[in-house]
Nanobody, 123 residues
Framework: QVQLVESGGGLVQAGGSLRLSCAAS????????MGWFRQAPGKEREFVAA????????DYSDSVKGRFIITRDNAKKTVYLQMNSLKPEDAALYYC????????????????WGQGTQVTVSS
């Protein structure tokens, strides 16, 4: 069983930056692909970014490509999401997720989910 705890959300002005962190406990962190998802009010949860177990592969949704960067530190059992040039439409509850298959994580089917951290972007 893997527990995921997100942090780093908050209120930021449009154009600003935030770095989200997701700390994992339990399980073997380095064997899991990790992902970030988000859900805005009234919308479905959507894929944001994913990183493979070793960090060699990353994927991003078109809406964040070039602005967000996902990284991981297996020694610290933590995955990060650096969010730059934030826009009001980036405001959402951001979830961290872990899964045993990279493609499955990207497709929205990870095995474990965190509780989410709120990101608010003021215009």
């Amino acid at each position: 069983q893997v527990q995921l705890v997100e942090s780093g959300g908050g209120l930021v002005q449009a154009g600003g930056s935030l770095r989200l962190s997701c700390a994992a406990s339990g399980g073997t962190f380095s064997s899991y692909a990790m992902g970030w998802f988000r859900q805005a009010p009234g919308k479905e949860r959507e894929f944001v970014a994913a990183i493979s177990w070793g960090g060699r592969s990353t994927d991003y949704s078109d809406s964040v490509k070039g602005r967000f960067i996902i990284t991981r530190d297996n020694a610290k059992k933590t995955v990060y999401l650096q969010m730059n040039s934030l826009k009001p439409e980036d405001a959402a509850l951001y979830y961290c997720a872990a899964g045993e298959g990279y493609s499955r994580v990207i497709a929205g089917g990870p095995k474990y989910w965190g509780q989410g951290t709120q990101v608010t972007v003021s215009s």
